[in-house]
């Protein structure tokens, strides 16, 4: 899916992500006169994982008086992230970049200060009568995308709050790249907020995920 334009805040992120793959076969050849070879060496561990990015350090929170962005809910942002309002973001002019789904951007969270090519931007939308706002809403905002690809979702914790998460791909034909995404939903008194982490590309994607998982336990309603 091709990557919004920043929201008069930030630069654009769209790069690629370029996979790797590797095979490599090997063969014996079994010599009967030839005397017994010595004990064959233990063979060697698999490699382990990678390690996850490191917990983020919590560096003060959005959303209350006082702070960048006023939204219906609170949360703890990570050390260096910086948060600007999205300006006018009801202006019919600037609708393509400010308005997703039934969902109105507020906030981005830029995290070049904090040495990544990435966003958090939180999103709103109004009041529904819908059994699910939070689901509802989540699923719209992701179909409004173009090039999503194994969008799925699961219900989970926002700090005390009940939400909706969904992790997808998002392709762009113009450049054939494809980059992980994720957001999560939570319905509030004053409607649905969604906090959705973008990225230049998977790996970056992955180094900011300790900034969202901040952000998604801390949640508080205001």
């Known amino acids: 899916m091709p990557e919004r334009a920043p929201l008069r805040t930030t630069v654009p992120a769209a790069l690629a992500l ?11 050849q079994q010599e009967p006169a030839a005397p017994p070879a010595p ?6 561990k698999p490699s382990a994982a990678a390690p996850k990015a490191a917990a983020a350090v919590p560096a003060g929170s ?37 308005r997703q789904g039934p969902a109105v951007a507020r906030c981005e969270v830029d995290a070049k200060p904090a040495g990544n090519i990435g966003y958090l931007r939180v999103w709103t939308a109004p009041k529904s009568a819908a059994k699910d706002p939070a689901r509802t809403v989540l699923e719209a905002f992701v179909k409004a995308e173009t090039g999503v690809k194994g969008a799925a979702y699961r219900d989970v914790r926002a700090g005390s709050l009940a939400a909706v998460e969904v992790t997808y791909t998002v392709h762009s034909e113009a450049l054939d790249e494809t980059k992980p995404e994720r957001a999560f939903a939570v319905e509030t008194p004053k409607g649905t907020v969604v906090v959705h982490l973008g990225g230049l590309d998977a790996e970056e994607h992955t180094a900011m995920l300790p900034a969202y998982e901040l952000a998604r336990s801390t949640v508080k309603p205001l």
Do not use: H, I, R, Y
Not at 18 to 28: D, S
């Open 18 to 28: 370029l996979a790797a793959g590797l095979l490599t076969a090997c063969g014996t």
């Open 39 to 44: 004990p064959a060496a233990a063979p060697a």
């Open 62 to 98: 959005l959303g209350g008086p006082g702070t960048a962005c006023a939204l219906p809910v609170s949360f703890t942002l990570a050390q260096g992230w910086a948060p600007n309002a999205v300006k006018d973001p009801e202006n019919p002019e600037f609708a393509a970049l400010t």
